[in-house]
Nanobody, 128 residues
Framework: VQLVESGGGSVQAGGSLKLSCAVSGYTLSRNCMGWFRQAPGKEREGVAVIYSDTIYYPKYADSVKGRFTISQNSVKRTVYLQMNSLMLEDTATYYC?????????????????????WGQGTQVTVSS
């Protein structure tokens, strides 16, 4: 299984970026896919999660609701994170992650320990 993120970069506050996660050796259907981020000196945190087999997803961290959108293309085996209205506090390394089976319930989807496979990360820097 391999997850490869792309699309990171530098952008001014208020701008947009779209991250992609190309997945190989793994099916998106019936498996939970998430985006996480980690800023220097901070813990890795869940940003968004998607699971195709239920109406209860996607889910988002409160800090990104209304600004970020997670989506996936099962044919292309790619997961996306559209990020709009970027803020300085969105600066972090963003990681794609895969969990075997459904996403963890409640707020547990945000726990990194739930995910088995990880990408190498892509840097997002938001400046004023």
């Amino acid at each position: 299984v391999q997850l490869v993120e792309s699309g990171g970069g530098s952008v001014q506050a208020g701008g947009s970026l779209k991250l992609s996660c190309a997945v190989s050796g793994y099916t998106l259907s019936r498996n939970c896919m998430g985006w996480f981020r980690q800023a220097p000196g901070k813990e890795r945190e869940g940003v968004a999660v998607i699971y195709s087999d239920t109406i209860y997803y996607p889910k988002y961290a409160d800090s990104v609701k209304g600004r970020f959108t997670i989506s996936q293309n099962s044919v292309k085996r790619t997961v996306y994170l559209q990020m709009n209205s970027l803020m300085l506090e969105d600066t972090a390394t963003y990681y794609c992650a895969a969990k075997v089976g459904p996403c963890a319930g409640g707020g547990d989807w945000r726990a990194p320990t739930s995910y088995k496979y990880w990408g190498q990360g892509t840097q997002v820097t938001v400046s004023s």
